[in-house]
Nanobody, 125 residues
Framework: QVQLVESGGGLVQAGGSLRLSCAAS????????AAWFRQAPGKEREFVAA???????NYTDSVKGRFAISTDNAKNTVVLQMYSLKPEDTAAYYC???????????????????WGGGTQVTVSL
């Protein structure tokens, strides 16, 4: 059973930075695509960023140039480095893993099989 556990959330002022980490119970990110989603109160969970086992990345437009997704060499941790945070980035952030083997970008919640429990990010003015 794959388990994903996020950490690193917190309260930060607008313009600040945070680093989210997601630890997996095994080296699944060497074979699975990793992604971050977020969900603000009253809104649908939305795609933020993803990275393939080969290192290809894609981002939603609103975070391009501000967020960076990466995995560690052991392929059991995925990191979301967030810079220039805005109040609209406030949400619960979720780590996800997909075993789908495709060159297509996977941005739908249904594309991902494994999920963490989330970590809260709050950006104040």
């Amino acid at each position: 059973q794959v388990q994903l556990v996020e950490s690193g959330g917190g309260l930060v002022q607008a313009g600040g930075s945070l680093r989210l980490s997601c630890a997996a119970s095994g080296r699944i990110f060497s074979t699975h695509r990793a992604a971050w989603f977020r969900q603000a109160p009253g809104k649908e969970r939305e795609f933020v960023a993803a990275i393939t086992p080969s290192g290809s990345t894609n981002y939603t437009d609103s975070v391009k140039g501000r967020f960076a997704i990466s995995t560690d060499n052991a392929k059991n941790t995925v990191v979301l480095q967030m810079y220039s945070l805005k109040p609209e980035d406030t949400a619960a952030y979720y780590c996800a893993g997909s075993d789908r083997d495709t060159w297509l970008p996977l941005t739908a919640r249904s594309d991902y099989k494994y999920w963490g429990g989330g970590t809260q990010v709050t950006v104040s003015l």
